[in-house]
């Protein structure tokens, strides 16, 4: 792909160009439920969304459009639930600084650690700061919950939650909205879904 740099000025594209790459990178769909999920259950769908936080295209994707949705927040911080969550925080954080309102980077441990200071939350974030959480994939909810009441815990302000991929099951957007007021998805499945079936009959049809 060329770098210009006015290719990333449309929003719009930006957003057809993460769908086509979760598709080809990070989507999995069969027949029958042979994926198991955090949570235990089974599923015909798998969203492995680090082949697309982690690539440098995907980063630069990432990073300009969930920098559009909080740039006029007036956010100190944006971070989640380590592992899920450190990519997408990391490329808001460098595009941030790029474009003029640098907001910090913060990680979530899953458990405090046992040496040095005992902190859960790791970057240059303190109480009373406003944050917004972010994770790759949202199903029930789970890591993005924990990561929003790790921040409450360490007084933090966390105006909302932006995820990559909301999977539309078992509740999680709705079980999210019970901590804060707004849920932001970059990617729904039903996106990715139409998608896949578009190929699959264009496919057929050559």
């Known amino acids: 792909m060329e770098h ?16 086509e790459k979760i598709l080809n990178q990070a989507f999995q769909v069969a027949q029958t439920p042979v994926f198991k999920l955090v949570s235990g259950a089974m599923s015909r769908f798998y969203f ?9 295209e995907g980063q630069v994707l990432i990073g300009h459009l969930v920098f559009d949705l909080v740039k006029d927040l007036g956010i100190q911080g944006i971070g989640g639930l380590t592992l ?10 460098y595009t941030s600084w790029l474009r003029g ?3 910090q980077a913060f990680v979530v441990r899953k458990a405090q650690k046992g040496h040095g200071i005992p902190a859960r939350l790791e970057g240059n974030v ?25 921040c409450k815990a360490s007084g933090l302000q966390v105006l ?34 139409a998608l896949h079936e578009a ?8």
């Open 126 to 150: 303190r109480e009373g700061d406003r944050v917004v959480v972010v994770d790759d994939v949202i199903t029930t909810g789970g890591s993005t919950l924990q990561a929003i009441r790790a």
């Open 199 to 206: 190929r699959q009959k264009a496919g057929d049809a050559s």
């Open 160 to 193: 909302r939650a932006i995820v990559l991929v909301d999977r539309q099951e078992m509740h999680g957007r709705e079980n999210i909205l019970q901590e804060v007021d707004a849920v932001d998805a970059l990617v729904l499945r039903d996106d990715i879904m």
């Open 4 to 19: 210009d740099a006015n290719r990333w000025a449309d929003m719009e594209a930006m957003r057809r160009r993460l769908r």
């Open 101 to 103: 309102k640098p907001i």
């Open 48 to 56: 492995n969304c680090k082949r697309v936080t982690l690539d440098p």
């Open 84 to 93: 899920g969550a450190d990519p997408i925080a990391n490329a808001v954080a």
